[in-house]
């Protein structure tokens, strides 16, 4: 990676969902603020469904998006996986993402966002088989949510939105390229 001011990063994102772009430069901005950034989306499967049900499932499609992108963008700095998911915790059913960042030797870093409670009606929805963006959309009478605020916009009545939950968390996962030197492989 060139680390001189004012080079150029590439930042290739595991989706096309304007959001979860918007999110990694607004997060890459903060990590690397002497670089300019180019910041690309690709359509790359989760390879889990639709809708995660579990923290695991959710980890695994932030995994395996972050590891289809290589051969797509070989030019690429940095890699981003964003995985949105729910899981259960007793009666309540909580949305979050998991964030993996990889950097071109393979160093990773990976995050989790804060977690928050559905309603009962997005929840039902959600056990009757859709994915969380449709059953905000039908409970809450929008179009397309999931590329604008989000559940948590939604819910928040704007005061966290998907963007900014998104990017304090692929922060949170550039710790290790933010120290590099306590992350990195020892040499044997």
């Known amino acids: 990676m060139n680390s001189s001011p004012a080079s150029t990063l590439h930042i290739a994102v595991a989706s096309r969902n304007p959001v979860k772009i918007a999110a990694c430069r607004q997060a890459f901005e903060a990590v690397f603020p002497h670089h300019q950034l180019r910041v690309e989306g690709f359509s790359v499967p989760s390879g889990v469904s639709d809708q995660p049900l579990t923290d695991a499932e959710t980890f695994e499609g932030a995994r395996n998006r972050v590891h289809a992108l290589p051969p797509l963008a070989a030019e690429a700095d940095f890699f981003v996986g964003i995985e949105g998911g729910i899981d259960r915790h007793g009666r309540s059913v909580q949305a979050f993402a998991w964030i993996l960042v990889m950097d071109a030797e393979g160093l990773q870093g990976t995050a ?73 492989p020892k040499a044997d």
């Open 112 to 184: 989790r966002t804060a977690a928050f409670s559905l309603p009962p009606a997005v929840v039902q929805l959600l056990e009757q088989g859709l994915e969380l963006g449709h059953a905000n959309d039908e409970v809450f009478g929008r179009e397309h949510s999931k590329h604008k605020e989000g559940a948590v916009g939604l819910l928040t009545n704007g005061l966290i939105d998907r963007c900014g939950l998104y990017a304090h968390a692929v922060q949170l996962a550039c710790i290790p390229f933010i120290q590099r030197e306590m992350f990195a």
